[in-house]
C-alpha cells in the first residue's frame, strides 16, 4: 500500500537489540561532526603529520638512496621514545584544536532545543546517550592520533633491526595510554561545559579558556602563594607530566610526580561525569 | 465494559465492576521537590482507551506524566503502565509508550525525516523501518511536503504536529500528549483532535492527553482525571456522566403559573422557574410523560424540551470548588 494512503498503525516488527542503541547516536553525531566541511578539511589536514613521519622513517631506512643526494639523515633522525613523544605532541594539539570546534556541538544542540526528553522517553538511558556521543568525538580523535602512531610504531618494528621491538615495545602502550588520558579528557571536557552553558561557541571559548587561563591561573597561584598547588588547575601541565613519564623523557615539568599527574587527572574526569550527569537529562529538577 | 475505571482518592469512591487491565494504576504515589510536595497520594486505575488529565496550571499533571516515563523518582508509592511497574520495568514502559512533550523537543538542524528517523532507531526499529515509519508518521500528520526541512524552519503548529509524529513514529501501544494543542490555531487545532481519535481507534492503542484546555480533552477523551494542588480532585467516566444527568431537564413554556410548578414539585421533583425557562430534576420514578400530561392538564405550552448535561466546565467547576 502507498504510505500516504495509510493510516496509523503500530510497528510489530524486529526490534534491534539494546546494547546496540548507543551506535545510533554514535551514528548520528559522527554524521554531523563532518557536516562542516571547512572541519573535514582541518581534519584532513591531521594527516599530513603522520606521513611526514611515515616518510622520516622510510628515509631512516633507505639511508642509500638519500646518501645519493649527500644527506646525512642518520645524524637528525632517530626513531625512539623522543619521535613517539613528539608525534603524540603534535597530534596531541591538532586534537584539540578539532575538539574546540567540534566537541561543543555534539550536546548543545539536543539541549538548545529541549530534545534530551525525546531521548530518554525511550528505552534508553543517560549512560548509552554519553556513550554514544563520546564515542563519536572519541573515534574521530583516535584516528589522528594514536591509531597513526599505532601504524608508524608498526612500520617502524616491520622495517627496523629485529631488536628494535624488544627493546621498544612498551612505546606502543605509551601511545595508546597518553592518546586515551587525553581524548578522554578532551571528549568529558567539551562535552561537561557544553551541557552547561548549551551554547556551543560559548563552550568553544570555555574549552580553550580552562587550558590557556587555567595554566595562567596555576602559575599565578604557585608565584603568589608560594606554593605548587596551582599546578593541580594546569591541565596542560599534568597531562606533559602524564605524557614525559609514559615515554621517558627526562624533562621536568612541574614539581608534581607522574603518580600525582595521574590522579589529578582522573579526578578531572570524575568532574566531567558528574557535572555530565547532573545535565544530561530530561528535565531538571527546580528545588 | 472496558472504560471502566477507578479513582480513590479525596474521597472518590470507585465503581463496584473492575474488569479490564488497566492501562495507568497509581499506588500512593507522592513526588517531592526539595520540601514542596508536588504529587501527594495518588491512587487510581485508569482503564478507558483515551484519559484525560485536566487541572489548572500547576496541578501536577506534567510531573505525573514525568513521573509515569520515570524522569522523576516518588519518593513514596508506586505505578504501573500497562502492567510494567516504573520503578522496576522502566525500559519496558519506554518502549511502550510514545510521548509528546509540551515545551519545544527537536534539533534544529535536522530535517524532520531524518529526525524521526533517529528516534525511531532509539526506540529499537531497525534503520530501513524506521525510515520507513517516519515517512508514514510524517504522512499521517500531514507534514509530508515539509518533511525534508529543517525542523528549526517549521511554525508552531508545525513543531507541534511533528512532536506528535515521533511520539507514534515507532508504534508504542499508549501515546501520551502534554498539552497537545498548545499554539495551534482552531484549524490546526481540529486537526490535532481529528488525529488523536484516529490514532484511539486502533484497537490497541491508548490515549493519555494532559491539558488545561477543556474543550480539547472533552473532543478527545472519554475518561477523565482531574488534579488540584497535587491531588486527585475528581474522577469522571464522561460517557457515564453523560448518561447520568439524563434526569436534568430544562423547559420552554408558555402560560405556566405557579400551580404548573406546585404540581411538579408535588410529585418529587426540585423546580425553578424564571420567565418562560423552567429548570427541574426529575425525582425516581417520574417520567417526562408526567411533565406532559401534568401540562396537558392546565393547558400550559411545552415549545422546548431538552436534558441538560454537565459540560466538562461544570465538572470542572465543581472539582475545582472542593
Known amino acids: 500500500m502507498a504510505v500516504y ?5 503500530r510497528y510489530t516488527g524486529e526490534l534491534t537489540p539494546a546494547w546496540s542503541r548507543f551506535l545510533v547516536v554514535y551514528r548520528y553525531s559522527r554524521r554531523a561532526l563532518l557536516r562542516s566541511r571547512l572541519l573535514t578539511v582541518f581534519y584532513v589536514l591531521c594527516f599530513f603529520y603522520p606521513l611526514f613521519c611515515a ?7 633507505n639511508l642509500d638512496f638519500v646518501a645519493k643526494y649527500g644527506f646525512d639523515v642518520e645524524r637528525f633522525l632517530s626513531i625512539d621514545n623522543k619521535f613517539f613523544f613528539y608525534f603524540i605532541d603534535v597530534q596531541g594539539a591538532l586534537a584539540f584544536i578539532l575538539t574546540t570546534f567540534t566537541g561543543p556541538g555534539l550536546i548543545s544542540p539536543d ?4 530534545a534530551l526528553p525525546l531521548y530518554f522517553c525511550r528505552p534508553f538511558s543517560r549512560a548509552e546517550y554519553i556513550a554514544g556521543k563520546m564515542s563519536a568525538l572519541a573515534l574521530l580523535l583516535s584516528q589522528i592520533t594514536w591509531v597513526p602512531g599505532l601504524i608508524l610504531f608498526s612500520i617502524q618494528a616491520s622495517v627496523g633491526p629485529r631488536h628494535w621491538l624488544a627493546e621498544n615495545w612498551w612505546i606502543a602502550a605509551s601511545i595508546v595510554l597518553a592518546s586515551w588520558i587525553w581524548i578522554a579528557i578532551l571528549c568529558l571536557l567539551s562535552m561537561a561545559l557544553s551541557a552547561w552553558v548549551k551554547w556551543r561557541f560559548v563552550a568553544g571559548a570555555l574549552l580553550l579558556g580552562v587550558f590557556f587561563f587555567g595554566a595562567g591561573f596555576g602559575h599565578a597561584i604557585n608565584a603568589v602563594m608560594r606554593t ?38 582522573l ?21 | 465494559m472496558s472504560t471502566e475505571a477507578t479513582a480513590i482518592s479525596a474521597g472518590i469512591e470507585p465503581p463496584a465492576a473492575v474488569t479490564a487491565k488497566p492501562v495507568i494504576e497509581l499506588e500512593g504515589v507522592s513526588v517531592r521537590f526539595g520540601q514542596r510536595d508536588i504529587l501527594q497520594n495518588l491512587t487510581c486505575k485508569l482503564r478507558g482507551k483515551s484519559i484525560g488529565l485536566l487541572g489548572p496550571n500547576g496541578a501536577g499533571k506534567t510531573t505525573l506524566i514525568n513521573t509515569l516515563l520515570g524522569f522523576y523518582k516518588p519518593v513514596s508509592g508506586t505505578a504501573r503502565i500497562l502492567g ?7 525500559k519496558t514502559i519506554r518502549s511502550l509508550v510514545g510521548y509528546m512533550p509540551e515545551n519545544d523537543a527537536f534539533i534544529s538542524k535536522m530535517s524532520a525525516v531524518s529526525f524521526l528517523r533517529m528516534l525511531a532507531e532509539l526506540s529499537g526499529l531497525p534503520s530501513e523501518a524506521a525510515l520507513e515509519r517516519a515517512h508514514e ?24 504536529m511533528a512532536k506528535l509524529a515521533q511520539a507514534i513514529a515507532h508504534g508504542p501501544r499508549l501515546v501520551i500528549l502534554d498539552e497537545p494543542t498548545n499554539g495551534l490555531d482552531p484549524v490546526a487545532r481540529q486537526r490535532m483532535v481529528r488525529l488523536i481519535r484516529e490514532i484511539r481507534s486502533d484497537p490497541e492503542m491508548h490515549v493519555v492527553v494532559c491539558s488545561h484546555l ?11 482525571l482531574i488534579l488540584k494542588q497535587g491531588r486527585i480532585v475528581h474522577y469522571s467516566n464522561l460517557e457515564e456522566e453523560r448518561r447520568a444527568n439524563r434526569r436534568f431537564l430544562e423547559l420552554e413554556v408558555y402560560g405556566a403559573n405557579g400551580d404548573f410548578t406546585e404540581a411538579i414539585e408535588r410529585l418529587g421533583c426540585e423546580c425553578a422557574i424564571t420567565a418562560n425557562r423552567l429548570k427541574m430534576v426529575l425525582a425516581d420514578g417520574v417520567e417526562i410523560r408526567d411533565i406532559y400530561r401534568l401540562a396537558a392538564e392546565r393547558e400550559v405550552r411545552i415549545r422546548r424540551l431538552n436534558f441538560r448535561r454537565d459540560t466538562l466546565e461544570d465538572i470542572f467547576l465543581r472539582a475545582m470548588e472542593t
Request: charged fraction near 25%.
Open chain 1, 55 to 61: 616518510l622520516e622513517i622510510y628515509l631512516l631506512h
Open chain 1, 111 to 114: 539541549l538548545a532545543n529541549g
Open chain 2, 84 to 90: 510494567h511497574d516504573i520503578q522496576s520495568d522502566l
Open chain 2, 214 to 224: 477543556l474543550r480539547d480533552v472533552e473532543d478527545c477523551c472519554e475518561e477523565v
Open chain 1, 5 to 9: 494512503k495509510r493510516t496509523y498503525r
Open chain 1, 228 to 265: 605548587d598547588a596551582g599546578d593541580l588547575i594546569d591541565i596542560s601541565s599534568l597531562i606533559a607530566t602524564v605524557w614525559t613519564s609514559l615515554f621517558r623523557i627526562p624533562i621536568e615539568i612541574g614539581s608534581m610526580s607522574a603518580g600525582e599527574a595521574w590522579t589529578a587527572l
Open chain 2, 137 to 160: 508518521a510524517l504522512f499521517f500528520v500531514g507534514l509530508s511536503e515539509a518533511r525534508y526541512r529543517k525542523l528549526g524552519t517549521y511554525s508552531l503548529g508545525m513543531k507541534q
Open chain 1, 267 to 287: 579526578v578531572v574526569c570524575g568532574i566531567c561525569l558528574f557535572l555530565l550527569m547532573r545535565k544530561v537529562r530530561a528535565y531538571e529538577v527546580i528545588k
